[in-house]
């Protein structure tokens, strides 16, 4: 009997080295487990942080640029894209943010070599994917912020050659900005604020198009031109709220003679006119029912010259607030000293007030 317990005694402490062997095992394997685990994990923060710092260096390559080699660059390349002519009056600067960009202030837009306009605040954007290597940057938009535009008449083909680029992924942006239009004599004729403007070209449309925000003479509008290259057509739409004016315009600059008709929408009131383009002037004319409009726009230097013939006018019309005269007074163009302009009204009947009939009402305005 004492031999059995012996036995016994010796199996089970057999089985329990065993069991200890086991688990001290299988001990060290979930310890290996967590520590490959936090290895793993320190490896991708390690991987990460790496890729961070890698991608970061990538996109300041730029910023060890040589100036003076990228003021030459970027020169050279805006001319040859865009046809532009700048000059660099200070430092270009690099900037990450929002995206990769140059940025220069007091930057020059040259015609002929005189200067067109300053801007205050130019930017460049880069594509990304070329930081490697100076000479394969590739220059993407451009944007003219707070540019002070001084422009004669012979400089309106600056904005023109923007409309006839070739097809590219780029846009220019003008914002913020005033067109001062000057006559020969230097003087301003009238000034345009620019508050945001971009020149594209629609790859859907397959035209190089400008949408533009201005205000002219205190009115507010909208512009956009389109250019089909393609059928040699030029499309402009005209909208302001302020004076409930749509003008759209349809002409092939192909014809010698730059003729076309203007669909004209005024205070929901439907009017085509028939115009032609001339060296110095724009003529028009329009016959609706027994009504009829004629008049020339002179550009240089701006006058306005115009004939408003009406068969009859209510007086309930003439003066509630959706009449031309109502929208014209109260959009203060009229206050404009750069406005010069001869006006000639004639009506035959005025409804209810019998002893203005056949009024003809002359009226000059000299700035």
Do not use: C, W
Request: glycine content about 2%.
């Amino acid at each position: 009997m004492p031999k059995q317990n012996l036995l016994a005694k010796k199996i089970k402490k057999q089985f329990l080295s065993i069991n200890d062997s086991l688990e001290n095992y299988f001990s060290k394997i979930n310890n290996f487990k967590e520590i490959f685990r936090k290895y793993k994990q320190n490896r991708v923060i390690l991987a990460f942080g790496v890729l961070v710092i890698l991608t970061l260096s990538y996109f300041t390559i730029p910023a060890f640029y040589n100036n003076d080699q990228v003021t030459s660059f970027i020169k050279s390349q805006v001319f040859k894209k865009y046809n532009i002519d700048i000059n660099f009056n200070d430092n270009v600067n690099y900037s990450l943010l929002p995206k990769p960009h140059f940025v220069s202030k007091n930057v020059s837009i040259k015609r002929q070599g005189n200067d067109i306009a300053n801007v205050g605040n130019f930017k460049i954007f880069l594509s990304i994917d070329k930081f490697f290597g100076f000479k394969n940057l590739e220059l993407r938009d451009l944007i003219f912020d707070k540019t002070e535009f001084n422009i004669y008449f012979n400089d309106l083909i600056f904005f023109k050659n923007l409309l006839e680029l070739e097809p590219n992924e780029n846009k220019i942006v003008i914002k913020n900005s005033n067109i001062f239009f000057r006559n020969q004599y230097d003087e301003v004729l009238f000034i345009n604020k620019i508050n945001d403007s971009k020149f594209y070209y629609d790859s859907n449309k397959l035209d190089n198009s400008l949408t533009s925000k201005n205000e002219i003479f205190n009115i507010p509008y909208k512009l956009n031109i389109e250019n089909n290259k393609f059928n040699k057509e030029l499309i402009i739409q005209f909208l302001s709220r302020k004076i409930r004016l749509d003008i759209e315009n349809k002409i092939n600059y192909e014809e010698k003679e730059k003729k076309g008709l203007l669909e004209i929408l005024f205070v929901n009131k439907s009017t085509s006119l028939d115009y032609l383009i001339k060296k110095n002037s724009l003529d028009f004319n329009s016959k609706e029912n027994k009504d009829e409009f004629m008049g020339q726009i002179y550009f240089k230097p701006f006058f306005f010259d115009a004939d408003f013939k009406y068969d009859g006018v209510s007086t309930k019309n003439l003066l509630k607030n959706d009449t031309i005269l109502y929208e014209l007074i109260r959009s203060e163009i009229l206050n404009n000293r750069n406005l010069s302009a001869k006006l000639s009204l004639s009506v035959q009947d005025i409804t209810n007030i019998s002893e203005l009939n056949k009024l003809l009402l002359k009226v000059s305005i000299q700035q």
